[in-house]
């Protein structure tokens, strides 16, 4: 079966643009969560989706927003970018959240953001 | 909330010796631990969990990890390291009181032939 697909996989925006990312989850995985990677920072924690809901935040500005739409896809909002933004962001699907701790999260490729 | 160390940035083997890459954990209640591993220009891939039970458990690709709570350590292991091993290694822990799940700052293999 497909696995985790994001789009788009490399995008180039300037300072002070909004930046709009894709995340289709595994079919029949209901929850969605976004990182952030960077090589300093490793992997931070955007946010979790569970049937349209955000179910938990990370500690990010609110120029980061995220939203789950009926079918499970999600998207992610960049606004006023920042050079400090430039990162590569991995959407990761899970069959469920929260429910059992032990879920495991299934990644897709990410999608590298350069920020000018 | 929760969180992950993972001491080391960089971990140097030969092919063919043990390998271990450290992580240590913090969280309130019991531990979901988990290791991740990424290759160049690619998202996580899942290696091994530990739930409860046996404190030593068995993953993908020979790799294994064992679960210390006095020490609140997870670390992976491997007998024999291998050149493709060479990769970025994630710690991660959730708690169960369905709070996401954390990373560590990832742990670099360089398995040298």
């Known amino acids: 079966k497909a696995g985790v697909t994001q789009t788009p996989r490399y995008l180039i925006k300037t300072r002070g643009q909004q930046v709009t990312l894709s995340c289709s989850p595994i079919s029949g995985h209901r929850s969605v969560s976004w990182y952030q990677q960077t090589p300093g920072q490793g992997l931070q924690f955007l946010f979790e989706y569970f049937s349209e809901t955000q179910r938990n935040k990370g500690n990010f500005p609110g120029r980061f927003s995220g939203r789950q739409f009926s079918n499970s896809r999600s998207e992610m909002n960049v606004s006023t970018l920042e050079l400090g933004d430039s990162a590569l962001y991995l959407c990761a699907s899970s069959l469920l959240a929260g429910v059992s701790g032990a879920n495991v999260l299934t990644f897709g490729a990410g999608s590298r953001l350069t920020v000018l | ?113």
């Not at chain 2, 988990?34 to 993953?59: A, C, E, H, M, S």
């Not at chain 2, 609140?72 to 493709?84: D, G, R, Y």
């Not at chain 2, 990373?103 to 360089?110: E, K």
Request: aromatic share 14%.
């Open chain 2, 1 to 113: 909330a929760q969180s992950v160390a993972q001491p080391e940035d960089q971990v140097n083997v030969a092919e063919g010796n043990p390998l271990t890459v450290k992580c240590t954990y913090s969280v309130s209640g019991n531990p979901y631990l988990f290791w991740y591993v990424q290759y160049p220009n690619r998202g996580l891939q899942f290696l091994l969990k530990y739930i409860t039970g046996d404190n030593l458990v068995k993953g993908s690709y020979g790799f294994e990890a064992e679960f210390n709570k006095s020490q609140t350590s997870f670390h992976l292991k491997k007998p024999s390291a291998l050149v493709s091993d060479s990769a970025l290694y994630f710690c991660a822990v959730r708690d169960n009181n369905n709070n996401d799940m954390r990373f560590g700052a990832g742990t670099r293999l360089t398995v040298k032939p």
